[in-house]
T-cell receptor, first 115, second 114 residues
Framework: GAVVSQHPSWVICKSGTSVKIECRSL??????MFWYRQFPKQSLMLMAT?????????EQGVEKDKFLINHASLTLSTLTVTSAHPEDSSFYIC???????????FGPGTRLTVT | KQEVTQIPAALSVPEGENLVLNCSFT??????LQWFRQDPGKGLTSLLL?????REQTSGRLNASLDKSSGRSTLYIAASQPGDSATYLC?????????????FGKGTKLSVIP
């Protein structure tokens, strides 16, 4: 149980275009989902926290207009990178959680390369 | 602001050795602590989760301890195998801006030499 999927697993896009990444909890309902970014040889950095049906809370330094997060249902959250630039190339990982402070379950990640 | 530090950054051991990975955190007001494994280019695999009220957790050859008051945790791996080679991440759950959130250390890259 507690499986989280991400789609796509990797994507290459041209500078200036937008890319959408999906995060799904397959066998449970996630009240909260998280989006992380990981640069090469670095650790995971939390980008934003989203609760179903409400606006995401972004961490300091993360542009909310660039990284659009939608959490429309208890099993799906999406991250849209708008007007992508090469510096947005990174590994994006989502996680999902049931309840207020329980364990987070992580997706397999999405490798984004912007050319 | 919660900060998590992992020492060493990299470790290389011969197969069969026992080893210890260290994690420290600056704010002891945590809900739980997790150890993860990450293979190159892959997502995270949860290894052990220790609640703040617990002192240790064991799973197979892995044993994790937690000393919340001193802000420290260790991950002990017994009889290491080449398949244990990966990056090990420590993360603490604590109150954040939006919810309880995880703060990660930078990881320890482990290489087990056959």
């Amino acid at each position: 149980g507690a499986v989280v999927s991400q789609h796509p697993s990797w994507v290459i896009c041209k500078s200036g275009t937008s890319v959408k990444i999906e995060c799904r909890s397959l066998d449970f309902q996630a009240t909260t989902m998280f989006w992380y970014r990981q640069f090469p040889k670095q650790s995971l950095m939390l980008m934003a926290t989203s609760n179903e049906g409400s606006k995401a809370t972004y961490e300091q330094g993360v542009e909310k207009d660039k990284f659009l997060i939608n959490h429309a249902s208890l099993t799906l959250s999406t991250l849209t990178v708008t007007s992508a630039h090469p510096e947005d190339s990174s590994f994006y990982i989502c996680s999902a959680r049931v309840g207020g402070a329980g364990e987070q379950y992580f997706g397999p990640g999405t490798r984004l390369t912007v050319t | 602001k919660q900060e998590v530090t992992q020492i060493p950054a990299a470790l290389s051991v011969p197969e069969g050795e026992n080893l210890v990975l260290n994690c420290s955190f600056t704010d002891s007001a945590i809900y739980n602590l997790q150890w993860f494994r990450q293979d190159p280019g892959k997502g995270l695999t949860s290894l052990l989760l220790i609640q703040s009220s617990q002192r240790e957790q064991t799973s197979g050859r892995l044993n994790a301890s937690l000393d919340k008051s001193s802000g420290r945790s260790t991950l002990y791996i017994a009889a290491s195998q080449p398949g244990d080679s990966a990056t090990y991440l420590c993360a603490v759950s604590h109150p954040g801006a939006g919810s309880y959130q995880l703060t990660f250390g930078k990881g320890t890259k482990l290489s087990v030499i056959p």
